[in-house]
């Protein structure tokens, strides 16, 4: 839809991402009815801009009388599509849409997108640093925009952007499973078992990530993991031309970064080039090697001048809730982890430390297979503490000490801040308390980022 004027557009979700599109409508001159499951007690942000904008809204519920003479239903990336509204909606052969499908549609300039069930805002943090470096020292008044997944959700933002800007977008499969845009930089990190508590299955989780290549034109750019089994079997469906990443160099035919020595090298064609030695990476761990590999090809699909890259990887730190330092105390080193709501999140995070862990595990459970972090921590993790609804799930795959193994213990508490308090007990010289839960903070926070927050505020406390 490119005329929204006098439109009746129905936003399900009154979150961040509804709320910006709600915005973005009202100033397109669309008729918008903004709908949440939620109580009205907990919707006040959402109150506070309808009566401003002249908002219809439903809360408590999502009534199907909505649906009465509505052109679109837009739906917020933490909405099933199987709810009623939703089924009722494509009953009518009303369309369906959400924030980013419209952002695609209004953008004016060219778009990023980034994948994968790890790594993504790492990732798409850093080369939206590459973008504003390659700006800035071109000296050139085009401006880079990040957002989507994280932070600002760019649809509040792209009535400003202009056509030699950059936009770099995180986008999850829920955003993705609805959409028939595709970015011009389309980069997939990886597909690891994730989010099946709202998809129905692997293939349907692959299939919502595959909508990042799917309708991708000639003069576009895909960029897959080489590494990654799950990335890499989409290489088939690219219509354009790959640029791959890895750790090792790719075939001669093939474009791609890889680590050669102790250097990042680009190799397109026949032509390889020095990008940057990997000593200038300020970030812990082999995924976040990883990542960086990943950004620099996604950096060359967009013809960022190397030098920018390079400034940009000596630069960055990293991203909050992500191993983030917190604190030394007791001789231990305290990390933040929160962003791991997989376990296979966790596992990366765990072989990133080689001194003794102490393992804050729990949260809520995506319907996600524990036995393969299970092994490793039995393996590799001096002491577990879990917490949380997950906890009694992870216990049973952890099973009971077993002769000959690393790990010491495993103790169960109800809460995060009682986990902590025993971390606290237990850690002593040269240890790593690491709190990277592997499921949801649903059971307890609004987000990762609350639980993070009300981590790094018990641990400062301590």
Request: aromatic residues 6%; contains cysteine.
């Amino acid at each position: 839809m490119s005329d929204f004027t006098a439109k009746k557009v129905v936003v399900v979700g009154a979150a961040r991402q509804g709320l910006a599109l709600s915005r973005f409508l009202v100033r397109r001159g669309a008729q918008v009815f903004l709908t949440d499951a939620r109580p009205p007690a907990e919707l006040d942000e959402a109150a506070s801009l309808a009566e401003k904008l002249g908002i219809v809204v439903a809360f408590g519920s999502h009534p199907l009388e909505l649906l009465d003479g509505a052109n679109l239903v837009c739906l917020s990336g933490g909405v099933s599509p199987t709810i009623p509204l939703v089924q009722e909606a494509q009953r009518r052969s009303i369309p369906l849409s959400n924030d980013s499908q419209i952002f695609l549609e209004e953008c004016p300039a060219q778009v990023i997108g980034i994948t994968g069930s790890a790594g993504k805002t790492t990732t798409t943090s850093l080369v939206g640093l590459m973008a504003r470096k390659h700006f800035e020292m071109k000296n050139l008044p085009n401006r880079a925009w990040v957002g989507g997944n994280i932070g600002t959700p760019l649809i509040d933002e792209v009535d400003e952007m202009r056509e030699d800007d950059l936009a770099v977008v995180e986008l999850s499969s829920f955003q993705l499973e609805l959409m028939t845009r595709s970015p011009q930089v389309a980069a997939i990190l990886n597909i690891t078992p994730n989010h099946l508590d709202r998809h129905a299955s692997m293939a349907a989780y692959t299939a919502a990530k595959a909508n990042i290549l799917r309708f991708q034109h000639a003069g576009d750019v895909a960029v897959l993991n080489r590494d990654d089994a799950g990335a890499w079997a989409l290489a088939d469906q690219a219509k354009t031309d790959i640029l791959s990443f890895g750790l090792r160099q790719p075939p001669a035919h093939q474009s791609g970064t890889y680590i050669e020595g102790d250097w990042i090298w680009l190799q397109i064609g026949r032509e390889r080039l020095k990008m940057l030695p990997t000593e200038w990476i300020q970030l812990r761990g082999s995924h976040n090697l990883m990542n960086v590999v990943a950004a620099c090809a996604i950096a060359a699909g967009a013809t960022l001048a190397l030098p920018a890259i390079q400034t940009a990887v000596e630069e960055f730190q990293g991203v909050p809730h992500r191993l983030e330092f917190v604190r030394h105390f007791n001789g231990a080193d305290w990390y933040n982890d929160s962003i791991a709501t997989a376990p296979e999140r966790t596992i990366a995070a765990i072989q990133a430390f080689n001194q003794p862990i102490i393992l804050l595990l729990g949260g809520r459970d995506k319907n996600l297979p524990w036995e393969k972090l299970a092994d490793l921590v039995r393996r590799k993790v001096s002491r577990v503490v879990l917490f949380g609804e997950a906890a009694d799930l992870i216990a049973e795959a952890i099973g009971p000490r077993r002769p000959g193994q690393f790990l010491k213990s495993v103790q169960k508490c109800e809460t995060l801040h009682e986990a902590v308090k025993i971390a606290a007990s237990q850690a002593g010289e040269g240890d790593v308390v690491l709190l990277s839960p592997g499921g949801t903070s649903f059971d307890a926070f609004k987000d990762f980022e609350e639980r993070g927050e009300a981590f790094k505020n018990w641990v400062n406390a301590l």
